[in-house]
């Protein structure tokens, strides 16, 4: 008896040390960079998001000639100037696999410390144009380059990408979440599979 209770303690105090792990691990469906972040997460339409609400106005648009490129417009309504923390900006493709954004004034080819946060002052538009990167290692230098392929996805109707960006206000982070579902029918399957890589 005195080795059963044994046995069930043991197994009680390594549940109780799982349900205390459980709680520090980060959200698999989040950026890991910014667990405690409040998130805005919302669905766009076919090639486009959009979100408005009392702090801020954005848009998300596929540019119809490159389906791998993003016109975001950002408008700030607040009375301070906010930060894009470009940094911080993943690209999720339709495998879910996580790559930087370039910007305007951030080229292919530029060490990832070129991705510098960008203000928006307070009253102002931000218009930009986005596209994923990926990081590659030349010369003990992390630098950004384009994705395998570059010519867009093909393949299903409803390709789901997603762009998580950090925008920093008053002092506090938060993230916002497009989910974009790309209509592309005239790509190949060859493209899909080159933007999965």
């Not at 990926?134 to 994705?147: G, H, I, Q, S, T």
């Amino acid at each position: 008896m005195k080795g059963l209770t044994r046995g069930w303690s043991r197994w009680l105090l390594l549940m109780v040390l799982l349900a205390g792990c459980a709680g520090t691990a980060p959200d698999p469906d989040g950026d890991g960079a910014t667990p405690s972040a409040p998130e805005v997460a919302f669905e766009g339409e076919y090639n486009e998001a959009c979100f408005s609400d009392d702090l801020l106005d954005i848009s998300l648009l596929v540019r119809e000639e490159r389906p791998l490129a993003f016109v975001l417009t950002l408008t700030n309504k607040t009375g301070a100037p906010l930060r894009v923390l470009w940094d911080r900006v993943v690209f999720l493709d339709a495998s879910g696999n996580p790559q930087h954004v370039i910007h305007q004034g951030v080229a292919h080819g530029q060490p990832l410390e070129s991705l510098a946060p960008t203000s928006v002052a307070a009253g102002a538009t931000l218009n930009d144009l986005l596209q994923p990167a990926k990081a590659v290692l030349e010369n003990d230098v992390w630098r950004l380059a384009p994705l395998s392929g570059g010519r867009g996805p093909g393949g299903p109707p409803e390709l789901r990408l997603r762009i998580d960006m950090p925008l920093e206000m008053n002092g506090r982070v938060a993230l916002y979440r497009f989910r974009v579902h790309l209509e592309n029918p005239e790509a190949s399957q060859e493209d899909a599979q080159e933007l999965r890589r």
